[in-house]
């Protein structure tokens, strides 16, 4: 009798042995993620500084330059995702349009800054007339985006966090990264959507192991390759790309942190955390700007609305 009773205390030991390493192994995702994250960062501010020194030396030609900043570009566009969505403010300032803004209410103007400033300096040619712009412009890049390094070593990031900001990158890449919105000079569009997705891939990896389920894998190495084989920013089908490779993707991702039963972190925001697709019926929060619940939109204040614009007396 003792054998039988040693193999049943050996399987319960075995059995809570793996539910314990299956807790583990999910908060390991969010510490490695972090640890990638925080790597890339690294590999993008040295990509800074070979630039900023490479122009301050003034010994390397226009072509040289503009291959050093391609490459800090697709180093940022490796975590472009987390520096979006915990960031925002210092994404601004390093991946911001390169236009004036106006701060409300003193009506401060704020003048432009990061890497689609310093794309209109090296690109098409190369002004070193401008050089000393052109450094300044590479201190602030490099001042700004120690940000990312002080607050990415501080924080830690979260599954539901995780899934929301990879979700909400592939939807910055069909309506941002395709339309050469922050690369208007250089229209590396392509090679950079690809670059974003690659890393979307590396993060969603650790949650595509865990559910068994690979579909999301093959979705982002279709959408990659047709990206690496249509490279012509011109003759780019958009409309193929985002119906046919972006909506499976995200369709995917919110089924996956579904079947992983990955919850919480809801905001009041105009895209609404829920929508698998920028075309879900759904996908915009008509509560967005309201100041509190009491403004949210119910059933009677569509009747009322309904019953008002049909009135006759209103339509005049």
Known sequence: MKKPVF???LLIATAGNTIIFCKLKTVNHEKEIEQTVQTQIESFLVACTKLQEAVTSGVSTGGELQELFLTARLAYKKFEWAAEYFVPETSGLVNGPAVEEVEMPD???IKP??????????FPVYDSSRKRELIAQLFSLQSNSDNYRSFFN????????????VKLEVFRIMTLGI???DNPMTLESMQESAASLESLEKVMDFYVEESGNDILKQN??????YLKIHIDF???????????YCNPITSEISGLRESLK?????????LNQDAKTLFDSNAFNVNAYAPDHSSFVSEEKIALGKLLFSDPAHRH
């Open 107 to 109: 009506l401060r103007i």
């Open 179 to 181: 339309s050469g919105f």
């Open 154 to 165: 501080l924080i830690n990031v979260h599954d539901p966090q995780i899934f929301d900001g």
């Open 262 to 270: 990955i919850n919480g972190f809801k905001y009041n925001r105009l």
């Open 7 to 9: 193999i049943l205390i």
């Open 113 to 122: 800054s990061g890497l689609q400033v310093i794309e209109g300096f090296l």
């Open 234 to 244: 011109n003759s780019f089908n958009r409309m193929e790309f985002i119906t046919d």
């Open 220 to 225: 982002f190495e279709k959408a990659i390759g």
